[in-house]
């Protein structure tokens, strides 16, 4: 199984500039990249990433924008990775992006990444670099101290350095054997979870959690800083003399203050994604390890029932990272996750008589059915989660060979079949 661990570099300020530079030299490739591909499109030719990358190699040492003022090609400074990279990563937008349009789904082509914009990263190839201890030896920086000792043991097959905020990390993903990555479950429950919004999770044994308090603070704290620097922005552009958009191309003079104000905000981002991933992380791997089944609907429904006041609520809870983990943590606990249909009505069945109520409107946290019982909304889902999960188990044990058969436009259908598989059920199952 293919683990990454991410790492903080505790790097001097002499290799965090390289780092820099890298990360610069990384998307000034691709961008390059991007626009010969895109060129070659409109002149129907059919771009080819390592024809592309030839190409490149041919210039790259003599083209007078590869060229520093002295003359001097500046690649040379930067380690070979950091500008092959670009192009191998070029071709798999491509080739994902025509195969989703391909399946009819909606896509964006690669866009050109933009400084301050885009992440910072740049790639490593496993035999460039090695970790020793709480050490990592990187091509031309040298020995750079890891805050941690890599957690993985295994293969080693590659690496990318990346910012967040202020820090530098060193992702390492590794090829770890099955005997370490397979875990022994602490129990076998059935289990209906529901996503919300207005708790994170119901879960069918009757607990609710909520999405964590730290993350309310912390984006109360948000909007105060992010209010500072638009201002800021704002009165830097009162100075140029812009009102509404800057023009393309324009940049404008930021203060010493807009600078600072700029790495706050950035800091307080990285610690609200560290806040919700430590969340989801914890609660995905207890929800696996402590059970045989469990059946999550599968969010799309929501994300296009969702107006955009829904919407915001759902990125802070980040629904789809937690379908995500649940999916990959199923593997190494043996769990089953089933995905309910989407369009299955998990909130509007009664769970107790199994009576559809279609009049059930979004805002109505609580409702009686005809048959008398009173349901609490998301309890009520989970319990009808949690019949599906149930069902779906049957038919598992009944079946042995059955094959999950993808729905189309879910995740499941591109999950590989291992211990844990997702067993995407249809809307029949829970009837
Ligand atoms: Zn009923």
Redesign the pocket.
């Known amino acids: 199984m293919l683990l990454a661990h991410r790492i903080r570099l505790a790097a001097t300020p002499v290799q965090c500039e390289y780092f820099a530079r890298a990360a610069g030299t990384a998307r000034r490739v691709w961008n390059w990249a991007l626009a010969e591909w895109q060129r070659q499109i409109a002149s129907s030719l059919r771009p080819d990433a390592r024809a592309l990358k030839k190409h490149f190699n041919a210039i790259k040492y003599a083209y007078p924008d590869w060229l520093d003022a002295d003359g001097r090609p500046w690649l040379r400074a930067i380690h070979r990775d950091a500008h092959a990279q670009p192009f191998a990563h070029l071709a798999k937008a491509w080739t994902r992006y025509v195969a989703a349009r391909k399946a009819g789904q909606s896509a964006y082509p690669p866009r050109f990444k933009k400084k301050g914009r885009c992440r910072d990263s740049f790639y490593i190839a496993n035999d460039k670099f090695r970790v020793e201890g709480k050490s990592a030896v990187l091509p031309k920086v040298g020995r750079v101290a890891l805050a941690e000792v890599l957690r993985f043991p295994g293969k080693i097959m590659g690496a990318t350095v990346w910012r967040e905020a202020d820090h530098w990390f060193l992702v390492v993903q590794v090829e770890v054997p099955d005997e370490t990555t397979l875990r022994r479950r602490t129990g076998h429950g059935v289990l209906g979870l529901d996503l919300g919004v207005t708790a994170a999770a119901t879960l069918s044994t009757g607990e609710k959690i909520a999405a964590p308090r730290p993350l309310r603070s912390a984006l109360r704290r948000l909007r105060i800083r992010s209010r500072r620097q638009s201002r800021k922005v704002q009165a830097a552009k009162t100075a140029a003399g812009i009102s509404g958009r800057i023009p393309k191309g324009m940049r404008l003079p930021s203060s010493a203050n807009q600078v600072k104000g700029a790495r706050r905000l950035a800091r307080l981002h990285a610690r609200i994604a560290r806040i919700r991933a430590d969340f989801t992380h914890k609660r995905t791997t207890r929800l696996c390890r402590e059970n045989q089944a469990v059946a999550v609907e599968d969010l799309h429904v929501k994300g296009m029932l969702a107006n955009a006041r829904l919407a915001r609520s759902i990125a802070d809870v980040g629904f789809y990272e937690i379908r995500r983990q649940l999916q990959y943590k199923a593997r190494r606990y043996g769990t089953v996750i089933v995905l309910a249909d989407r369009w299955y009505p998990s909130s509007k069945l009664?769970s107790?008589?199994?009576?559809k109520n279609s009049m059930l409107a979004l805002a109505e946290r609580a409702w009686t059915?005809?048959?008398g019982?009173h349901h609490d909304r998301d309890m009520n889902a989970a319990m009808n989660l949690q019949r599906l999960a149930t069902g779906a188990l049957a038919a598992r044990t009944a079946l042995p060979v059955a094959s999950p058969a993808a729905t189309p436009g879910t995740v499941a259908g591109m999950v590989a079949a291992a211990e844990g598989e997702v067993t995407p059920v249809r809307y029949e199952h829970g009837q």
Do not use: H, K, L
């Open positions: 009664c107790a008589c199994g009576q059915c005809s048959c019982v």
